[in-house]
């Protein structure tokens, strides 16, 4: 238990739904990060938020929208997806200090895109 | 370009001490070395960083060179819940991103 939980664990939706996915912390951060995990490839930062404001857009395709509305929870908005776009999705937070920062990372929540 | 690289694979027998390679031999002056690992289908759990002192804490010890061009975690008596991918990571202290490669796949066996 990292302190990071992710509903839902698993999510299987069609090219044409709307779902979101929700990260909450517990640990007092005030950054907060989704990265997405493809199958055989390595782990993709797609967003960061800091203080609830967005300091990161990995060129995301605009179908993937977070939403920081606090400093505990984030959420990744999804609609008109792809095939491709299965994969594994990580929310992690940490603290921001002036000096090394250790992420914590969340179970994930697995999803197919069908 | 790839700031660390990691042999792909590794065996280990349970109870046996392994040790994970980490080349870096860009890495600049203010630069830490985080090491993070993930279980199949779990999230990254980090596991220690340092930037120029060996550094030992519960789960592992991190040696670092003296020029820091390399590293080597240190996991002193191996079990099977070690099966994981390991990823050594190069970043600034202050950064709030971290880069994965594809890490090595340390496979513990009886």
């Known amino acids: 238990e990292t302190g990071v939980t992710q509903t839902p664990r698993h999510l299987v939706m069609g090219m044409t739904n709307k779902k979101s996915l929700k990260c909450e912390q517990h640990l007092g951060h005030n950054a907060m990060y989704w990265y997405k995990q493809s199958a055989k490839k390595p782990l993709e930062l797609m967003f960061v938020y800091n203080f609830k404001e967005q300091t990161e857009n990995n060129s995301v395709p605009s179908r993937f929208s977070p939403e920081c509305p606090n400093s505990s929870h984030l959420f990744l908005h999804l609609h008109t997806l792809q095939p491709e776009d299965s994969a594994l999705y990580l929310c992690a937070s940490s603290p921001i200090n002036q000096g090394p920062e250790t992420q914590y990372f969340g179970p994930g929540t697995r999803l197919l895109v069908l | 370009d790839a700031k660390t690289t990691q042999p792909p694979s590794m065996d280990c027998a349970e109870g046996r001490a392994a040790n994970l390679p980490c080349n870096h031999s860009t890495i600049s002056g203010n630069e830490y070395v985080y090491w993070y690992r993930q279980i199949h289908s779990q999230g990254p759990q980090y596991i220690i960083h340092?930037?120029?002192n060996n550094e030992t804490n519960e789960m592992a010890s991190l040696i670092i060179t003296e020029d820091r061009k390399s590293s080597t975690l240190i996991l002193p008596h191996a079990t099977l819940r070690d099966t994981a991918v390991y990823y050594c990571i190069v970043e600034t202290g202050t950064a709030s991103k971290l880069t994965f490669g594809t890490g090595t796949r340390l496979q513990v066996t009886l």
């Open positions: 340092g930037l120029k």
